[in-house]
């Protein structure tokens, strides 16, 4: 069974870490299976809005763009998708940052003359989903220096457990909660 972290804090006051609650969920007979933390892949990832899109000199299918990140300061970044434009509000990545959809670190480049010091992201590259016919388009009022996580409300841990035959109880949340509150 699968639920996030936010259901079971709906149902136990507690301040506790992720890793004690699992630890204490494994100590009650509640195996933890596993924990799928979108916020730790994707917490480098910042919304971004798109200042100027104009043709690659040296590309045909490229075009170079000129990117606001909410920190005073622009960013120039190549980019392949089609769909980039002036004015569009999407999800980019700074150097160091891990992109779970190619399994690459980004780092500073050069592409056919330009600078990239950037990436502007798809939901294939963010390990989102298998879209990648061109990069994340946000809505216009998406706060530009944001974490796309919170942004998108991915920032809650998802837990799931293997339930056994004897702990029926395990098979809502509000038991889980009235479990770890014993």
């Known amino acids: 069974m699968k639920f996030p972290l936010s259901w079971l804090r709906e ?24 924990i799928e ?9 910042r919304i971004a809005r798109v200042i100027e899109a104009v043709q690659h000199p040296n ?39 891990y992109i779970p959809g190619t399994q690459i670190t980004l780092k500073v480049g050069e592409i056919r003359g330009v600078k990239s010091e950037a990436m502007m992201l ?8 298998d879209d990648h016919s061109g990069i994340v388009d946000l809505p216009a009022d998406a706060p ?16 799931e457990i293997k339930v056994t035959p004897n702990r029926g109880d395990a098979l809502s ?6 479990d770890l509150a014993a």
Do not use: K, W
């Not at 949340?173 to 009235?178: E, N, S």
């Open 11 to 34: 149902h136990l006051e507690t301040e506790a870490a992720l890793d004690q609650i699992s630890t204490t969920l494994s100590a009650i007979g509640i195996e933890v299976e596993g």
């Open 37 to 45: 933390d979108r916020a730790a892949a994707l917490g480098h990832f």
């Open 59 to 97: 590309a045909d299918r490229l075009r170079a763009l000129r990117v606001d990140l909410g920190d005073g300061r622009e960013y120039s970044v190549v980019c392949g998708a089609p769909n980039a434009r002036t004015g569009m509000v999407g999800v980019a990545a700074l150097p160091g940052a």
């Open 122 to 129: 798809s939901a294939r590259e963010m390990g989102l989903g």
């Open 144 to 159: 530009v220096g944001t974490r796309y996580v919170d942004y998108a409300g991915l920032d809650d841990p998802v837990i």
């Open 173 to 178: 949340v509000r038991g889980i909660a009235r």
